[in-house]
Nanobody
Framework: QVQLLESGGGLVQAGESLRLSCAAS????????MAWYRQAPGKQRELVAL???????NYADSVKGRFTISRDNAKNTVDLQMNNLKPEDTAVYFC???????????????????WGQGTRVTVSS
């Protein structure tokens, strides 16, 4: 089994910063990519930022220049540094891991698309 646990959400004012963290647990052998998604009330879940095992990143246009995703492959963690937050960044943020190879009861297995439970970010104007 693989689990993702997010932390770092909260209530901030516009212009302030937050740092979200996500840790993967379990006997993890490798993860292809890790990402942050968000879902605002009444809207679909959208990709915010993604980083692959080699360190290449991809950002939504709305967060480019303000958010930075980083990853520690050895610790299986991914962080999202969010600067200059705007009210439109208000959402529940979810950590995502793609193509996770892990060990269970002595056997290697793959889990595709593992999600965390989400952490809420609220930005007031």
């Amino acid at each position: 089994q693989v689990q993702l646990l997010e932390s770092g959400g909260g209530l901030v004012q516009a212009g302030e910063s937050l740092r979200l963290s996500c840790a993967a647990s379990g006997t993890i052998l490798s993860i292809n990519a890790m990402a942050w998604y968000r879902q605002a009330p009444g809207k679909q879940r959208e990709l915010v930022a993604l980083i692959n095992s080699g360190g290449s990143t991809n950002y939504a246009d709305s967060v480019k220049g303000r958010f930075t995703i980083s990853r520690d492959n050895a610790k299986n963690t991914v962080d999202l540094q969010m600067n200059n937050l705007k009210p439109e960044d208000t959402a529940v943020y979810f950590c995502n891991a793609v193509r996770v190879r892990y060990r269970s009861s002595g056997w290697d297995k793959f889990a595709n698309d593992v999600w965390g439970q989400g952490t809420r970010v609220t930005v007031s104007s």
